[in-house]
């Protein structure tokens, strides 16, 4: 059976909180920096405007593992979610919301409800 985690944390920038969320919410960016792996491969299906799937594929040594994200943006509140709908972690559910803490730092708060 599944279990169930939750867990949150908070991640100061030295960046305004538009420019954090620009940064973060950047999906279509071709470096695979998050991903960690040169070989990953990202394909950006747009459902609507402001909700998309992300599909990441990359190898590992037991095969290719794909996964698919659902992700909804709020660009206006600086926060989005992004729901796992396939691989390790399907169901997982992760919020994000970027505050200012100023004119040139802000905070991400991240709170997880992971399911492995």
């Known amino acids: 059976m599944p279990v169930s985690a939750r867990y949150q944390f908070r991640q100061n920038f030295s960046v305004s909180a538009r420019e954090a969320f620009d940064w973060c919410t950047a999906f279509d960016v071709d470096d695979n ?16 405007k402001g909700n998309l799937i992300l599909k990441d594929t ?15 943006l709020y660009p206006n509140q600086r926060r989005w979610t992004s729901t796992h709908l396939s691989g390790p972690n ?17 905070v991400l708060e991240f709170t997880a409800l992971h399911i492995e």
């Not at 920096?33 to 609507?48: T, W």
């Open 90 to 106: 399907k169901y997982s559910q992760f919020l994000y919301a970027i505050t200012p803490r100023g004119k040139d730092t802000s």
């Open 33 to 48: 920096a998050l991903i960690g792996d040169s070989e990953a491969k990202r394909e950006i299906i747009q459902i609507a």
């Open 58 to 72: 990359f190898p590992t040594p037991k095969g290719t593992v794909e996964k698919q994200k659902l992700v909804a």
